[in-house]
């Protein structure tokens, strides 16, 4: 399995932004589809955003469409997440995953993924 460190959460006011980045190690990283969920203490894990291995394919969520932007650097193994207008909502553990997949969907899942990041905390403030 590949394995994967999230980095870049943190404390942000309403309508700031942040960039998450997620490092992998262990595999050929172009192999894999990568992914982006959140989660909170109150909801299960839900699907933010996928791109393809080539990065040529990309899926959101409704409600992260036009503020959220997913890329990938098949140089540097590492995935993003620019997070810009960010709100409230938002506030979440985000982990990164790995699909080794043939496709990217909209409806991805997390069964869909087979390698998980540790997490990284965004706190949005009002």
């Known amino acids: 399995q590949v394995q994967l460190v999230e980095s870049g959460g943190g404390l942000v006011q309403a309508g700031g932004s942040l960039r998450l980045s997620c490092a992998a190690s262990g595999r050929t990283f172009s192999n894999y589809n990568m992914g982006w969920f959140r989660q909170t203490p109150e909801t299960e894990r839900a699907f933010v955003t996928a791109i393809s291995r080539t990065g040529g394919t990309t899926y959101y969520a409704d409600s992260v469409k036009g503020r959220f932007t997913i890329s990938r650097d098949n140089a540097k193994n590492t995935v993003y997440l620019q997070m810009n207008s960010l709100k409230p909502e938002d506030t979440a553990l985000y982990y990164c995953?790995?699909?080794?997949?043939?496709?990217?969907?909209?409806?991805?899942?997390?069964?869909?993924?087979?390698?998980w990041g540790q997490g990284t905390q965004v706190t949005v403030s009002s």
């Open positions: 995953a790995a699909s080794m997949g043939l496709w990217v969907r909209a409806d991805m899942n997390p069964t869909d993924f087979g390698s």
